[in-house]
């Protein structure tokens, strides 16, 4: 396995904040699929999908991470909220690293998405329905995916990222990473 650390979760679980952090803290290279994507098409993941659709937009997240395997290493990437869920993503993502769940309530992910209306999924009227239907959907996708889970409701970002560096060191030690 390469030394990367992958990060899923729900729509404001935290993945980009966290993310750009910890590559600092380990003096890893920092990619966020969706921030890769929309600069490589040189349109908002919102523009994408209004005009090709969610299918177009989930062709390019495979295509994007089956590209990263070989390619990289000592990174720290941050994906897509929905990147786990189709299938074939996870073992796709499983081969890049070790893969962290930043795992969140409902409530939690409310409040933090409630005011920002860059994701085209989140612009309901029933934003709360959609939440629950989406995390229960995906839920399993992500549970699957992880190698590591941790609840982040009650923590900062520094102490999150204290969580995912004592873990991801346990597990290189252990695999000789
Ligand atoms: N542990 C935390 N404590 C407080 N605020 C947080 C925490 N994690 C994230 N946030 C805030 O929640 C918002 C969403 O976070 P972020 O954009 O990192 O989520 P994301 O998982 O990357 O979402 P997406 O899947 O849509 O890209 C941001 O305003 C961020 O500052
Ligand atoms: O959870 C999702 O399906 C998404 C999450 C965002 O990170 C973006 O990838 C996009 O808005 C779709
Ligand atoms: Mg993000």
Request: aromatic share 6%; proline share 2%.
């Amino acid at each position: 396995m390469a030394d990367n650390i992958i990060l899923i979760g729900f729509m404001g679980s935290g993945k980009t904040s966290v993310g750009k952090l910890l590559a600092k803290s380990l003096s890893f290279q920092f990619i966020d699929t969706d921030e890769e994507i929309e600069e490589k098409n040189k349109m908002k993941i919102s523009k994408i999908f209004d005009v090709y659709g969610e299918e177009y937009f989930r062709d390019l997240e495979t295509n994007y991470i089956k590209n990263l395997i070989h390619h990289i290493q000592s990174s720290v990437i941050s994906t897509g909220g929905g990147l786990p869920v189709r299938e074939g993503n996870s073992e796709i993502l499983r081969e890049l690293g070790v893969v962290v769940y930043l795992k969140a309530r409902k409530e939690t992910i409310i409040n933090r998405v409630k005011e920002d209306d860059t994701r085209p999924l989140l612009q309901t009227d029933d934003l709360e329905g959609r939440v629950n239907s989406l995390l229960t959907l995906r839920e399993p996708s992500y549970r699957e995916t992880a190698h590591i889970e941790i609840e982040t409701d009650d923590l900062s970002i520094s102490e999150i990222i204290s969580e995912i560096m004592g873990q991801y060191h346990d597990m290189v030690k252990k695999d000789n990473l």
